[in-house]
């Protein structure tokens, strides 16, 4: 198991940015893939980003369209998503997540058994 503790959300304008980070702790960053999902009010988690340790096996949603860039530091055992062109459609809790693996293969959130408490993120019009 991996603990995980997120940082950097907030209040945004419309197409401002955001850069979320996410710390690591407790087990060998390198063995996990790391991914970001999101959860908006009255919708399911879906999975924004997801990258393997090597950073060559990477996944983006659909609705990121170029705007978001996942990346990792296997050094400091760090992750972050750097958001950019940000809308209120992307206003939402954001969390990091775990899953043991050397390839992005699995994005449905009850493949991840590593969590973070989740940060907020708030875009306005």
């Known amino acids: 198991q991996v603990q995980l503790v997120e940082s950097g959300g907030g209040l945004v304008q419309a197409g401002g940015s955001l850069r979320l980070s996410c710390a690591a702790s407790g087990g060998t960053f390198s063995l996990y893939v790391m991914a970001w999902f999101r959860q908006a009010p009255g919708k399911e988690r879906e999975c924004v980003a997801a990258m393997n340790w090597s950073g060559d096996n990477i996944y983006y949603g659909r609705f990121v369209k170029g705007r978001f860039t996942i990346s990792r530091d296997n050094s400091q055992n760090t992750a972050a998503l750097q958001m950019n062109s940000l809308n209120p459609e992307d206003t939402a809790v954001y969390y990091c997540?775990?899953?043991?693996?050397?390839?992005?293969?699995?994005?449905?959130?009850?493949?991840?058994?590593?969590w973070g408490q989740g940060t907020q993120v708030t875009v306005s019009s």
């Open positions: 997540a775990a899953r043991r693996g050397m390839v992005v293969d699995e994005i449905a959130p009850d493949k991840y058994d590593n």
